[in-house]
């Protein structure tokens, strides 16, 4: 079950976003025929981020090299989908250039974090995803309620389900959130989710504030302050039940 789309069009057009969805495509493009290669390793040690070499005053400019690398196609297009369906209305939010900021402040803030909760680590990090759970968390803050489309994929059952903003990311960041406190093993840095996606919120509660704060919710009641998209592929209809 994943989000393939939201119902929040923007208001201008996401150049930064389309930028940094390029670049990391390139990027990627760029080492992925070597990934067979035995140098491949090294490439990560020397782009990615090690906790243990930034604390010992090296590779200070993995802090960002990190944030356009991945370890796989899924890896990649996992979080190209993430940043499409959500960076727009954030870039719409906060205009070009600031977007591109608080982007990047999202991934440091993400990197802190991995790194104050593994401080000894010599494993590379690589990803965009703490810097787009920046971008997730800074949405939830704005558009609690805007409608996102989930695909449920069960063997052969599609089915896509329209729930709301706050169901989607807090079901996500929980989830990441319990993962981080509980050391799971599995090579994902859910403390780096976890550093960014708040770093977002509190990044962008000045842009809420600006909007008028608690008023802007409650004149918006959290959904987008515009005209929802319609889509002609629609969320799947699911017959009603009656009681006998």
Request: glycine share 14%; charged share 10%; hydrophobic share 50%.
């Amino acid at each position: 079950m994943f989000p393939i789309r939201d119902h929040n069009p923007s208001g201008r057009t996401p150049f930064v976003t389309y930028a940094l969805i390029a670049i990391n495509m390139l990027v990627f493009l760029g080492y992925w025929g070597q990934f067979s290669a035995p140098g491949l390793d090294q490439f990560f040690y020397t782009w990615g981020l090690v906790p243990e070499q930034i604390l010992s005053g090296r590779g200070g400019l993995t802090l960002i090299t990190h944030m356009f690398l991945h370890g796989g196609w899924m890896h990649l297009l996992g979080n190209m989908l993430f940043l499409w369906i959500f960076g727009d209305n954030m870039e719409d939010a906060f205009g070009h250039l600031r977007y591109l900021g608080f982007y990047i402040l999202c991934g440091l803030a993400a990197a802190a974090l991995q790194i104050a909760g593994d401080p000894t680590s010599n494993g590379p990090m690589v990803g965009a995803s703490g810097a787009i759970a920046g971008v997730l968390g800074g949405y939830l803050l704005l558009f609690p309620r805007a409608k996102v489309d989930v695909l449920l994929i069960f063997i052969v059952f599609f089915r896509i389900f329209a729930i709301q903003a706050w169901i989607v990311l807090g079901i996500w960041f929980g989830l990441q959130l319990m993962n981080g406190l509980g050391a799971t093993q599995d090579g994902v840095a859910y403390l780096a989710h976890v550093g960014g996606f708040v770093a977002g919120a509190v990044l962008t509660f000045p842009a809420l504030m600006r909007r008028g704060g608690v008023q802007f919710w409650r004149q918006t009641h959290g959904q987008p302050p515009h005209p929802q998209a319609k889509y002609r592929l629609a969320p799947s209809h699911i017959p009603r039940v009656p009681r006998k």
